[in-house]
């Protein structure tokens, strides 16, 4: 299945500038180890409200690889 049907690529968030401040600002008093242990937890929780295995999977293709995953998508 083409990766557009599965991933939502465009701009979803009203304000992501905001939302980054926010990410990057609740890490700011954490150590190295402790940001990349707060990271993997919320892409874990985030995952598990997505709850759909191929939209995760091409999430995870992307993440890796946009440009491959780009030619995938027009091949």
């Known amino acids: 299945m083409p990766l ?3 991933l939502n690529l465009t701009r979803n968030l009203p304000d992501p500038d ?10 700011r008093h954490m150590s190295d180890e402790d940001a990349n242990c707060m990271n993997a937890r919320l892409i874990l929780i985030l995952a598990n409200q997505i709850g759909d295995p191929d939209v995760l ?5 992307f993440a890796a690889n946009p440009k491959a995953a ?4 027009a091949a």
Do not use: P, R, T
Not at 57 to 61: C, E, P
């Open 4 to 6: 557009n049907l599965k």
């Open 18 to 27: 905001g939302f980054y401040e926010y990410l990057v600002s609740s890490q």
């Open 57 to 61: 999977k091409a999430a995870i293709d």
């Open 70 to 73: 780009k030619k995938k998508e």
